[in-house]
């Protein structure tokens, strides 16, 4: 009934930018903390950014500080992710998803509603 989904990704080369958003299906984000998720083939799921609700708080991985920002744009209910300076080793399926708080450390798996991510490619 309630998903999340992901969009935006694309193929860029290494240091390149994107700008990712996630968008509701039957509620509103402005009411839940958002979080960025991402994956890899062979590898586990791991947490890149989330945002409380009230944006109280932000969160980032360590290797994505001072490179990624979460952000929300209430009037138009959607959550960005600006990532600049892309490595080859930020490629994965990005997905965002939403509960009442951030739960930052349990790499999403107490996050409530998800959808389909969108695949970042950085590659020369």
């Known amino acids: 009934r309630f998903s999340c989904k992901a969009s935006g990704g694309g193929l860029v080369q290494p240091g390149g930018s994107l700008r990712l958003s996630c968008a509701a299906s039957g509620f509103t984000l402005d009411y839940y903390a958002i979080g960025w998720f991402r994956q890899a083939p062979g590898k586990d799921r791991e947490g890149v950014s989330c945002?409380?609700?009230?944006?109280?708080?932000?969160y980032y991985k360590d290797s994505v500080k001072g490179r990624f920002t979460i952000s929300r744009e209430n009037g138009k209910n959607t959550v960005y992710l600006q990532m600049n300076n892309l490595k080859p080793e930020d490629t994965a399926v990005y997905y965002c998803?939403?509960?009442?708080?951030?739960?930052?450390?349990?790499?999403?798996?107490?996050?409530?509603?998800w959808g389909k991510g969108t695949q970042v490619t950085v590659s020369s």
């Open positions: 998803a939403a509960d009442s708080f951030c739960r930052w450390g349990t790499e999403g798996y107490g996050m409530d509603y």
């Open positions: 945002i409380s609700r009230g944006n109280v708080s932000t």
